[in-house]
């Protein structure tokens, strides 16, 4: 019998290996159909899931009801399950090249109880060639099986976009790849249980690779460039998104508004093919140049607050600046890699007393992470307030509000355009 007739009639079982903003979904969703060994190693994890909860607000409590799943932290309990997804993060180091430590330990966690004719997916972001090059040797050296002839592979990345309620597993289209033409009709068949919408079979796992990399890095690419517009822009004073409104209307224009660039996506991906596309002594001048732009913005916002506050005629040591949002996009719990620190961080440079409130963030994962806590309700007397993040919480504020936390000449900081042309009395400035 093959391997998907045993999951579906539950003679085996599929695992999958980190639950975090990719993992758990996936996991509750093939637990709808299937059973489900779900690993981690943050055993206070473990503990929550157990009880229904997801600590990362991600997913509801009532997706965990009628789920054939066993949560765990011992590795060891992969013994049982013959269809592996590996699903744990892929970030870049201090030095922006790919710290890939994690997916290692997962393949090394799986391959320890590796059996012949098991199949192991990878969901997890990395460059083209990287599942084949360095995670099957690893597979085959661990588990002393041969890769194509004892143990399957393939990959399939994920489209996980957090706080996005309709683009999700069920919805979105599935990228599929395999080693071979018979895995790949395996792993479309076991995917095909929980996707509704259409799986697409890649031809090779390279390309599956390439595909789910480039995603990004066009996003990061096109930021970038609205970006620099916005820089030249303010020096010409055009307001970006009234050009953007006006470009707009041309059915083929393509709206990108201005902004921080983080997360554990768009502001990492592009590090990956970087570093391979160096290995092939070619240095990609376009995505290096998006990256150092939008790697940038952060300090351009709290350099642009500092020169507004000094035009104000507000000496710069002491004065005091109200952050509003620390995620990486509106309404997500979710901290990792958020360029709002580099906003905090050149504040404090340029001697400027920095405060952060944000309703969805953990105020002990902020400072764990960060170097810095947040405040639990804004104060009063704030030389400029810069809105960083969208919070649905922000988006309905007026002005009269803005006032009441500030002091004399303050300004406030727009970053995402959110109250344009409805601030009238106190200054303002957006990219």
Same mark, same amino acid.
Request: hydrophobic share 40%.
């Given at each position: 019998?093959?391997?998907?007739?045993?999951?579906?009639?539950?003679?085996?079982?599929?695992?999958?290996?980190?639950?975090?903003?990719?993992?758990?979904?996936?996991?509750?969703?093939?637990?709808?159909?299937?059973?489900?060994?779900?690993?981690?190693?943050?055993?206070?994890?473990?503990?929550?899931?157990?009880?229904?909860?997801?600590?990362?607000?991600?997913?509801?409590?009532?997706?965990?009801?009628?789920?054939?799943?066993?949560?765990?932290?011992?590795?060891?309990?992969?013994?049982?399950?013959?269809?592996?997804?590996?699903?744990?993060?892929?970030?870049?180091?201090?030095?922006?090249?790919?710290?890939?430590?994690?997916?290692?330990?997962?393949?090394?966690?799986?391959?320890?109880?590796?059996?012949?004719?098991?199949?192991?997916?990878?969901?997890?972001?990395?460059?083209?060639? %990287?599942?084949?090059?360095?995670?099957?040797?690893?597979?085959?050296?661990?588990?002393?099986?041969?890769?194509?002839?004892?143990?399957?592979?393939?990959?399939?990345?994920?489209?996980?976009?957090?706080?996005?309620?309709?683009?999700?597993?069920?919805?979105?289209?599935?990228?599929?790849?395999?080693?071979?033409?018979?895995?790949?009709?395996?792993?479309?068949?076991?995917?095909?249980?929980?996707?509704?919408?259409?799986?697409?079979?890649?031809?090779?796992?390279?390309?599956?690779?390439?595909?789910?990399?480039?995603?990004?890095?066009?996003?990061?690419?096109?930021? %970038?460039?609205?970006?620099?517009?916005?820089?030249?822009?303010?020096?010409?004073?055009?307001?970006?998104?009234?050009?953007?409104?006006?470009?707009?209307?041309?059915?083929?224009?393509?709206?990108?508004?201005?902004?921080?660039?983080?997360?554990?996506?768009?502001?990492?991906?592009?590090?990956?093919?970087?570093?391979?596309?160096?290995?092939?002594?070619?240095?990609? $001048?376009?995505?290096?140049?998006?990256?150092?732009?939008?790697?940038?913005?952060?300090?351009?916002?709290?350099?642009?607050?500092?020169?507004?506050?000094?035009?104000?005629?507000?000496?710069?040591?002491?004065?005091?600046?109200?952050?509003?949002?620390?995620?990486?996009?509106?309404?997500?719990?979710?901290?990792?890699?958020?360029?709002?620190?580099?906003?905090?961080?050149?504040?404090?440079?340029?001697?400027?007393?920095?405060?952060?409130?944000?309703?969805?963030?953990?105020?002990?994962?902020?400072?764990?992470?960060?170097?810095? $806590?947040?405040?639990?309700?804004?104060?009063?007397?704030?030389? %400029?307030?810069?809105?960083?993040?969208?919070?649905?919480?922000?988006?309905?504020?007026?002005?009269?509000?803005?006032?009441?936390?500030?002091?004399?000449?303050?300004?406030?900081?727009?970053?995402?355009?959110?109250?344009?042309?409805?601030?009238?009395?106190?200054?303002?400035?957006?990219?």
């Amino acid at each position: 019998m093959d391997i998907y007739n045993k999951l579906v009639k539950k003679e085996t079982r599929l695992s999958v290996v980190g639950l975090g903003y990719v993992g758990l979904p996936l996991a509750l969703a093939f637990a709808g159909k299937l059973s489900v060994i779900a690993l981690d190693q943050d055993k206070e994890r473990i503990v929550s899931l157990k009880q229904g909860v997801d600590t990362s607000g991600e997913v509801a409590p009532e997706a965990f009801r009628d789920c054939d799943i066993e949560f765990t932290s011992d590795p060891s309990r992969l013994a049982d399950a013959s269809f592996h997804i590996i699903a744990v993060p892929t970030p870049v180091n201090n030095s922006k090249t790919p710290d890939l430590s994690l997916l290692f330990s997962a393949s090394r966690h799986v391959a320890r109880h590796l059996k012949k004719n098991d199949h192991v997916v990878y969901e997890s972001t990395v460059y083209p060639g %990287a599942t084949e090059e360095e995670c099957v040797p690893l597979l085959s050296q661990v588990s002393g099986l041969k890769y194509i002839d004892d143990f399957k592979v393939g990959y399939s990345p994920e489209r996980i976009n957090p706080g996005d309620k309709e683009h999700t597993i069920r919805t979105v289209k599935k990228v599929v790849s395999a080693c071979d033409g018979g895995t790949l009709d395996t792993i479309a068949k076991v995917y095909g249980l929980i996707v509704e919408a259409a799986i697409f079979k890649a031809s090779s796992i390279k390309v599956a690779e390439a595909a789910k990399i480039i995603e990004n890095i066009q996003r990061d690419v096109n930021i %970038a460039l609205i970006n620099e517009l916005s820089i030249l822009f303010d020096r010409m004073g055009l307001n970006t998104y009234e050009v953007l409104e006006a470009a707009g209307t041309k059915w083929n224009f393509l709206t990108f508004k201005p902004g921080l660039v983080g997360g554990h996506c768009i502001g990492v991906d592009p590090y990956y093919l970087i570093h391979k596309a160096m290995k092939y002594d070619y240095h990609p $001048p376009i995505i290096k140049a998006a990256r150092s732009v939008n790697d940038s913005m952060g300090f351009y916002v709290a350099r642009q607050t500092a020169a507004k506050l000094s035009s104000n005629g507000k000496v710069i040591p002491g004065l005091r600046v109200l952050v509003m949002g620390v995620t990486i996009k509106e309404n997500v719990s979710d901290i990792r890699n958020s360029r709002i620190s580099d906003i905090v961080s050149e504040l404090i440079t340029l001697g400027i007393q920095p405060e952060v409130y944000d309703p969805h963030a953990s105020s002990q994962t902020v400072m764990k992470e960060m170097g810095f $806590p947040l405040v639990d309700v804004p104060g009063r007397e704030y030389d %400029a307030i810069i809105v960083a993040v969208a919070h649905d919480e922000f988006k309905d504020l007026q002005e009269d509000y803005f006032i009441s936390l500030s002091s004399p000449a303050a300004i406030l900081v727009d970053v995402k355009g959110l109250y344009r042309g409805r601030i009238k009395r106190m200054g303002y400035w957006s990219l």
